[in-house]
């Protein structure tokens, strides 16, 4: 199974007026990362980069004079994508600015069924959020130390990790792409777990009147009640 995971940086938040200013996706198989990524820095053809979008990614428009337009990486970010599946944090946002860019090069969008939200995986999974990147980084305990500024090579892999997380980690990952013959040989194996048995039943810590407190609490719960036919000082050895 091969996955995108992908990302972009924009001069501002409106997909029809602003446009991309970076690119970037790692690529997956069977939720693991192959190494293959795409990264491109995009000159945005004198769109101006809105000052609350510059705070955010740092990237100015100096830095992008001699970066080829959109037109001239589209082939080689069709031919990296090719028919994988998507993956992107708040998805609307990063789809709707592509689309964007292939209709005004006369080429068709992407497609719904290819795209996967990993925030609305979070939203369901964690409905308590907070369910950003740097937040969900957290929650699963990788490092985005080094994330001072948004970055779209840098937010794809760190997002990379994150969808493992959200979609069970790795060791799901490896039960469920695990082959026929593999589970075969998990299941015929014998596996025998020795227990253990203390040479002398621990002494309890209840003392007697806090024995005959609890037999007159039970004796008060009736007959049928499931606690009269356990000793108090057997569960207390369970609870230890």
């Not at 005004?104 to 959020?129: F, N, S, V, Y």
Request: charged share 25%; proline share 5%; aromatic share 6%.
């Amino acid at each position: 199974m091969r996955e995108i995971v992908l990302d972009t940086e924009t001069t501002g938040l409106d997909h029809l007026e602003d446009r991309i200013i970076e690119l970037g996706g790692v690529e997956l198989v069977n939720r693991f990362p192959t190494g293959r990524s795409f990264h491109f820095f995009i000159n945005p053809q004198g769109r101006k980069i809105h000052a609350e979008a510059l705070a955010i990614h740092g990237i100015g428009e100096a830095q992008l004079a001699d970066k080829p337009v959109f037109a001239g990486i589209l082939d080689q970010f069709i031919e990296f994508i090719d028919d994988a599946k998507l993956i992107a944090h708040n998805a609307g946002f990063d789809v709707a600015f592509l689309n964007a860019e292939f209709q005004r090069l006369g080429q068709p969008g992407l497609e719904p069924h290819r795209i996967i939200d990993t925030l609305a995986i979070a939203r369901r999974k964690h409905p308590m959020g907070p369910n950003s990147l740097d937040a969900l980084c957290r929650r699963y305990g990788i490092d985005n130390s080094h994330r001072t500024k948004h970055g779209a090579l840098l937010d794809s892999e760190l997002l990379a990790e994150v969808y493992v997380e959200l979609a069970g980690g790795r060791q799901a990952s490896l039960i469920l792409e695990a082959s026929p013959a593999a589970s075969s040989r998990r299941a015929s194996s014998d596996i025998v777990i020795g227990v253990l048995k203390r040479p002398e039943p621990l002494r309890p810590r209840l003392s007697a009147e806090e024995l005959a407190a609890h037999r007159g609490l039970i004796q008060g719960l009736g007959e049928k009640a499931i606690w009269g036919a356990i000793e108090p000082s057997a569960v207390t050895v369970a609870m230890r």
